[in-house]
Nanobody, 125 residues
Framework: VQLVESGGGLAQPGGSLGLSCAAS????????MAWFRQAPGKEREFVAA????????YYADSVKGRFTISRDNNKSTLSLQMNNLKPEDTAVYYC???????????????????WGQGTQVTVSS
């Protein structure tokens, strides 16, 4: 299993960035996928998730209405479009996969078994 994130960088407050995660080594379309993030000195926190086969999506309250998660099962790619970025969005963003999750634990890092190396997002003027 390999997950490789890309697209991070520096953005100004109110700006936008798009993240991508290229997946390989497993049947991508049959896995639930998610994005987490971790800021310095803080625990890893849930950002967004999308069910297998392009199903339901879930968002942390802090990003709802600003971020959009999507997946392309034909290209084995997970994406995160981030709009109206805020300084508190600064973190390393991780792509992660799980063969199956339940709604009550979809936002828990322990529900996921495979992780990418992360990509840095910095929001600053």
């Amino acid at each position: 299993v390999q997950l490789v994130e890309s697209g991070g960088g520096l953005a100004q407050p109110g700006g936008s960035l798009g993240l991508s995660c290229a997946a390989s080594g497993f049947n991508f379309r049959s896995y639930d996928m998610a994005w987490f993030r971790q800021a310095p000195g803080k625990e890893r926190e849930f950002v967004a998730a999308v069910r297998k086969y392009g199903g339901a999506t879930y968002y942390a309250d802090s990003v709802k209405g600003r971020f959009t998660i999507s997946r392309d099962n034909n290209k084995s790619t997970l994406s995160l479009q981030m709009n109206n970025l805020k300084p508190e969005d600064t973190a390393v963003y991780y792509c992660t996969a799980a063969s199956s999750t339940i709604t009550s634990t979809i936002g828990r890092a322990g529900s996921y078994t495979n992780w990418g190396q992360g990509t840095q997002v910095t929001v600053s003027s």
